[in-house]
């Protein structure tokens, strides 16, 4: 089942193409069937059939979980994949057999009495297996037409698939034993379908031999290489280009009377109320009724009714308006003024034309007060002559501003002069070349935590599991990760949803070094990815961590009293030697309670407030990570001394990666790692590589990267400025990218300096500088900062663990060093302080962090001197202290 709420139209080419993809790729024969609320796909049991028939099931091999694969297809392919496949479908022999018969070329044998629908189908069959050979067969093509254009809506389903690509549409794959009641209600659907339509299509299953010609079927459609040209055109150059023809660019007002008589003999006919949009001036209405009314004199304009509506006229018009509209003329003209022309009817539409961007037949038709079916035989013969161009040429939603009210928008197809059409067609390329163009680093910066999921999203055990096969591999501050990482990322995050994935073996922890004070580095892993993204395990420098290993080396799972009893040490040493070998990456734990309960006794570089209350007897309980967590006493060994608290639970050794792995594994390893750094990142770079000290550095992963992108998976660009050529992103990733990327002025800082109000449409994010969410100092370099008063050369960012950094739409803003004692500010300008400054204060309050107490701003007291920064605080909830800026949960 694929649930899905976007609607028949949307899951009709969708199911089409994913059947056809199945078929294609492992030869299953899979039945689907749309609905509105998803798709229902009736996968062959592919072995249990080869047993059935006594067949060699070595073909049989088809897993299910590869169905992601097929469903998820390339939105570029999938345009082209369903008009492919549409010749097979019981769809398209309906649509044939309709278009044939209004055609009348399936006429009934008796007049007057209708003909059985069994007799049309085969006569359809029929009457199709002779149009199929010649592909430019009219009726094939309107079938085809009606079917695409009608009955489908491929280009939700592109827009769908580019939203999944680009993670702006999450896909969740979940497997059941029985039916949920949304499957069993597609279920019924299925039945009931098939059971009555099952056999009907027999007939109708000859139009798979059918063909089409590309070539005219991409002219009926309106679409150029399976784009529609309304896609390629940028609106707002169609909107410059409106107002340029139209005369209300502000440099092509009409600015006296000559102007005037050029703009209604350019224009056509215009009333006096439209005339005053296109004229500069203080009082435009007055300076029109002065201008006309001298004009009218001299008769070089005419005042003429045109669809009950006064408007005024070049007089050279007037015999054209008389032989096309019936108009009245004033006596006295010229005759050199009304002398018939042979078409009047075409050169007064070919004036519409000339003057408007692409345009439909009510808006000439309300131009020229003419009803439509008139207007649209002019538009046709026009088209025949080449004069004008037909097809699919407005981008959705666009709104002319021609006219005021807007003129009535009609459906496809739209005209346009061929010379108007290829303006706008330079000016949409200009503007595309533009969003090819590199994007600022601050835009990377803005973009990288959104890609992460940075913003809570994500709910649940599985939003965990999302995070950290994202995350998998990077290195972390153990203190950092339940305190500002995973909540970050995850709503309403709590120990337990963690340590679910990590009891059930679906994710595991490796430590990467310790840190001073009883904190360390560690990784999060899938338990797939595991065995390609181990790191390789420090040797042991204790006899004490050899006989602890050794206990552990039988496999399994262990705890503490049973390796003590192993190796004859004493518990408080055993748990002393496996926390060494866990820093080294050689042991690990089954949950993450020892290591809370570890970080809960020592010193961490990020010490988040305790949210553990005490028990009833004076004992702490209630919080994972604290001494006697859920409330149990604490285990006792053998000899009596109690095992300590991070030494609790199962502890078993990881696998050791081999020290010289063969050619073939070595590459699956490199391959794991590249889209590992292309999952995080979205767009990889040498900065995020080496910040990361992946084995094999940036050489590495660039092998595994340009082999990806010589095979069509990603793409190699100068995406990001300022940070070399050798870039590779996904498709989705670059396209988002380029969609957070915004034009100088527009930035929500920008808006809020003109509006007043501080704050104002600001993204702000507290990360962990060590957060691969953050980009400066990995790849993005630190920001210049300038030292403070008294200082020679002033602190300087870093990734260290315990350190914070405040981001501002992307801007780094303040960078909080360990202990919060000491923030560094970029920025003198209160419109990002004050919103930084609330965002770190919301981070005390909701737990993420301790207290915290500000003593220096850049390196200067915040006693001595006012700070910009300082009064943010103060706002944000800061009190003044002896000992500087204090803030408590």
């Known amino acids: 089942m694929i649930h899905?709420?976007?609607?028949?139209?949307?899951?009709?080419?969708w199911a089409l193409a994913v059947a056809a993809r199945l078929r294609e790729a492992y030869g299953l024969d899979v039945q689907a069937m749309p609905a509105d609320d998803g798709i229902v796909l009736r996968l062959p049991d592919t072995a249990a059939d080869?047993?059935?028939?006594?067949?060699?099931?070595?073909g049989?091999?088809?897993?299910?979980?590869?169905?992601?694969?097929a469903i998820l297809l390339d939105p570029d392919e999938v345009s082209d994949l369903v008009t492919s496949q549409l010749g097979g479908s019981a769809l398209f022999a309906a649509r044939f057999r309709e278009c044939s018969a209004r055609a009348l070329l399936l006429p009934p044998r008796t007049p007057g009495r209708r003909q059985p629908l069994w007799q049309q189908r085969q006569r359809s069959a029929q009457l199709l297996s002779v149009a199929s050979q010649y592909p430019s067969f009219p009726i094939v093509l309107e079938a085809v037409r009606e079917c695409v254009q009608d009955v489908f809506d491929v280009p939700g389903l592109v827009d769908l698939l580019r939203r999944v690509r680009a993670k702006e549409v999450s896909v969740v794959e979940v497997e059941t034993r029985q039916p949920s009641p949304f499957a069993r209600s597609l279920l019924f659907g299925y039945v009931a379908q098939f059971m009555y339509e099952g056999d009907s299509p027999l007939a109708d299953r000859r139009a798979a031999a059918l063909t089409l010609d590309p070539t005219l079927l991409a002219e009926l459609l309106g679409t150029s290489e399976g784009l529609a040209l309304s896609e390629l055109l940028d609106p707002e150059a169609l909107t410059r280009t409106e107002a340029e023809l139209q005369h209300l660019a502000e440099d092509r007002r009409a600015r006296d009377a000559e102007d005037v008589a050029d703009l209604v003999r350019t224009i056509g006919p215009i009333s006096a109320h439209e005339l005053s949009r296109r004229i500069s001036g203080d009082d435009p209405s007055a300076l029109a009724q002065a201008w006309l009314s001298r004009l009218a004199e001299a008769r070089r304009v005419v005042r003429v009714g045109v669809g009950g509506q006064e408007r005024w006229a070049a007089v050279e018009d007037a015999g054209r308006l008389r032989d096309a509209l019936g108009v009245s003329l004033p006596v006295g003209l010229p005759d050199a003024y009304t002398t018939p022309v042979s078409d009047p009817l075409g050169d007064?539409?070919?004036?519409?034309?000339?003057?408007a961007v692409p345009f439909a037949v009510p808006e000439v038709a309300a131009w020229l007060g003419l009803g439509p079916a008139v207007v649209r035989d002019a538009l046709r013969r026009l088209v025949a002559d080449g004069r004008l161009t037909e097809g699919d040429l407005r981008p959705v939603g666009w709104v002319s501003r021609a006219t005021d009210p807007a003129p009535p928008d009609g459906p496809t197809p739209h005209y346009c002069d061929p010379r108007v059409l290829s303006l706008v067609r330079r000016r949409s390329l200009a503007a595309l070349r533009a969003e090819v163009e590199p994007v600022a680093a601050v835009d990377y910066a803005r973009f990288l935590p959104a890609w992460q999921g940075v913003g809570g999203r994500l709910r649940g055990a599985d939003g965990v599991l999302r995070v950290v096969e994202q995350l998998a591999g990077?290195?972390?501050p153990a203190s950092a990760l339940e305190s500002l990482v995973l909540p970050a990322r995850v709503s309403g995050y709590t120990p337990a949803m963690l340590d679910e994935l990590m009891a059930a073996g679906e994710v595991l922890w490796q430590g990467a070094g310790d840190l001073s004070g009883g904190d360390g580095w560690l990784t999060l892993l899938p338990a797939d990815l595991a065995p390609l993204l181990l790191r390789p395990g420090a040797t042991q420098a204790d006899d004490a961590d050899g006989q602890v290993l050794e206990a552990l080396g039988g496999g399994g799972a262990y705890f503490a009293r049973g390796i003590a009893e192993a190796t004859?040490?004493?518990v408080g040493a055993v748990g002393q030697s496996l926390w060494r070998l866990a820093w080294s990456g050689r042991v690990t734990t089954a949950t993450l309670g020892p290591l809370r309960a570890r970080l809960a006794h020592v010193s961490t570089a990020h010490k988040a407030r305790p949210s553990a209350r005490r028990g009833r007897y004076g004992r702490a309980g209630g919080g994972l990570g604290m001494p006697g967590s859920y409330g149990l006493r604490r285990p006792f060994a053998a000899g009596g001394a109690p095992v300590p608290d991070d030494a609790a639970g199962r502890w078993s050794l990881?696998?050791?990666?081999p020290g010289e792995p063969d050619a073939q594994l070595r590459t699956q390893v490199e391959y794991a790692r590249a889209e590992t750094l292309l999952e995080r990142y979205g767009v990889v770079t040498r900065g995020s590589v080496v910040a990361e000290d992946v084995p094999g550095g940036f050489a590495a992963v660039y092998r595994v990267l340009a082999a990806a992108e010589e095979a069509g998976r990603v793409r190699r660009g100068y995406f990001v400025e300022g940070l070399g050529a050798s870039q590779f992103g996904g498709t989705g990733a670059v396209d988002r990218l380029r969609a957070t990327s915004r034009a100088p002025g527009t930035e929500p800082r920008d808006r809020a300096r003109r509006s007043g109000d501080q704050g104002a449409g600001d993204d702000v994010v507290v990360l962990a500088a060590c957060d691969p969410a953050n980009p400066y100092g990995a790849a993005l370099p630190w920001p210049l900062h300038e030292?403070?008063?008294g200082e020679a050369r002033g602190h300087q960012p870093a990734r260290k663990a315990g350190a914070l950094v405040v981001l501002v739409d992307g801007a780094l803003v303040l960078y909080v060093e360990r202990g919060g004692k000491t923030l560094l500010s970029f920025t003198d300008d209160d419109v990002v302080l004050v919103p930084a400054a609330r965002e770190l204060a919301a981070s005390v309050h909701t737990g993420a962090l301790g207290k915290l107490t500000v003593e220096k701003i850049d390196g200067t007291s915040v006693m001595g001197r006012d700070h910009p920064l300082g009064a943010a605080l103060s706002a944000a909830g800061f009190q003044l202290t002896p000992k500087g800026l204090r803030l408590r949960r």
Request: aromatic share 8%.
């Open 4 to 13: 899905s709420p976007y609607g028949a139209p949307v899951h009709s080419p």
């Open 50 to 58: 080869a047993a059935m028939y006594g067949l060699d099931d070595s």
């Open 60 to 69: 049989a091999s088809f897993n299910p979980a590869q169905l992601l694969d």
């Open 348 to 355: 007064l539409v070919m004036r519409f034309a000339r003057n």
């Open 474 to 476: 990077a290195v972390l």
């Open 568 to 570: 004859g040490l004493d």
């Open 654 to 657: 990881l696998p050791t990666p």
């Open 787 to 789: 030292p403070g008063e």
